[in-house]
Each structure stands twice: as structure tokens, then as C-alpha cells.
């Protein structure tokens, strides 16, 4: 099979499986509790190695204390680490929120940039922080958010080789629309979370077994209603 095809054929199967995360998840969207676009790259930043119900249990008491980028980038580097201290790394992460914030205040007049080019420049912030902030605080679709579970899940389904989570997003970006990007990324950490798990995924219940390369077959009994459950991890 010809290059043109092979893209052309992984195209259709990325755009079949969108339309069955749609309706699996209807109403997915980010599980970060934010109010502004500083909170909401804040609680990204902390999100890295630790849940998002965690983050959520953070970030009240810090935004309450903190609540943008000049009470951020002015606070007492230990007051921070203390409060996001069950977040994990959070001496790292306390300095790089806090050098973020600094920037904003001093090269952004103290909003979160809208440019990627931008929000690269902050540190602490990959690729993925950019995104979802892009997205979710302003509808801006500028990548594919890549996280551990849209890592795992587009290599099981045949969609990317690659292991790089930049190379991944490229491969992403070229199979779906780009109004659909990040309807891609929370709907498939969704199906990460609840069923396709990286030890043991749940193929007797998958929605998208028929599809997937990876799906154990053993494990499948056809079923109209296969349950979906989910996590919050």
C-alpha cells in the first residue's frame, strides 16, 4: 500500500474512532477546576505525575491565597511548596509556577499568552501544559494535548509508532481536523481512564475493540451493552 493510502486509511479509522468517543463521552471536558487561564496553567503544571483529583484538592487553598499571576509570582517560594507539597515534585514545581507567573507579570502584562510560541517561552511549560491551556481557556486549537493515556492509546489503536510525545502529536495532527484535536485528547484520556487501562485494559468492554489492532480477542464476547465505568485517576 502506497504512502497516500496508508495516511488516507489511518485517517478514516482516527475519524471513525472520534465519532465513537463522541458518544461514549458526550460531555467530557477538562476535570481541572480553574476560574481563570493563570489557574488553569497552574493546575496543569501540577497535574504532571499526579491525578487530577489531587490537583483539585490543591488548588482551592493556593488560588485562595494566590489568586493570579502577580500574587503567584510575589509569594513566598515555601508558602507555595507547602500547599501543593501532596502534588509531588513540588520544589520543582513551586519554582517553575512561580518563574511562569514572573514572566507573565513582567513580559505579558500579567495575562496568559494566546501564542504557543509564547506560552513555550514560560518555564516549566512543554507542549502538552500549552495546549490544554490553549484550548480550554481559550478555544484555541493549536496541537494535540499528548498525556500518558493519549500516548498509550494512539500507539495500541495503530495510530503513530512513535514514542516522542511531539512526534505523536505531528502524526495526530495530520489524521484529524483541527477543530477536533482536543475532542480527540479528553475523550481518549477519558476511555484511558475508565477502560483501556495500561495494565490489563478492559477489551471485553471496549467500544472500540473491532477497531483496534491491539484488542484481545480471547477476552471479547459480543455484547450490545458492554458497561463503561470510570476513574478519576
Not at 487553598?61 to 509569594?75: G, K
Not at 478492559?202 to 465505568?229: N, V
Request: hydrophobic share 40%.
Amino acid at each position: 500500500m502506497s504512502t497516500t493510502r496508508k495516511l488516507a486509511a489511518k485517517r478514516k479509522l482516527a475519524l471513525e474512532i472520534l465519532v465513537r468517543l463522541k458518544r461514549l463521552y458526550p460531555d467530557a471536558t477538562c476535570s481541572l477546576d480553574y476560574e481563570t487561564p493563570v489557574q488553569l496553567l497552574v493546575a496543569t503544571i501540577l497535574s504532571a505525575q499526579c491525578t487530577d483529583e489531587r490537583v483539585n484538592k490543591v488548588t482551592p487553598e493556593l488560588f485562595r491565597r494566590f489568586p493570579d499571576a502577580v500574587a503567584l509570582a510575589s509569594a513566598d517560594l515555601d508558602d507555595i511548596e507547602t500547599l501543593i507539597r501532596s502534588t509531588g515534585f513540588y520544589r520543582n514545581k513551586a519554582k517553575n509556577i512561580q518563574a511562569a507567573c514572573r514572566m507573565i507579570v513582567s513580559d505579558f502584562a500579567g495575562q496568559v499568552p494566546k501564542l504557543m510560541e509564547d506560552l513555550l517561552k514560560l518555564p516549566g511549560v512543554a507542549r502538552k501544559t500549552a495546549n490544554v491551556v490553549l484550548a480550554h481557556a481559550y478555544g484555541i486549537n493549536a496541537g494535540v494535548t499528548v498525556d500518558t493515556h493519549v500516548k498509550r492509546l494512539s500507539g495500541r489503536l495503530g495510530l503513530t509508532t512513535e514514542t516522542d510525545p511531539v512526534k505523536i502529536e505531528r502524526d495526530l495532527m495530520k489524521l484529524l481536523p483541527q477543530p477536533d484535536w482536543e475532542n480527540w485528547s479528553i475523550r481518549l484520556i477519558y476511555h484511558g481512564r475508565a477502560v483501556c487501562m495500561a495494565r490489563n485494559p478492559a477489551c471485553d468492554r471496549c467500544l472500540l475493540a473491532d477497531l483496534c489492532p491491539s484488542a484481545d480477542l480471547s477476552k471479547i464476547t459480543p455484547s450490545p451493552t458492554r458497561a463503561i465505568t470510570f476513574s478519576s485517576n
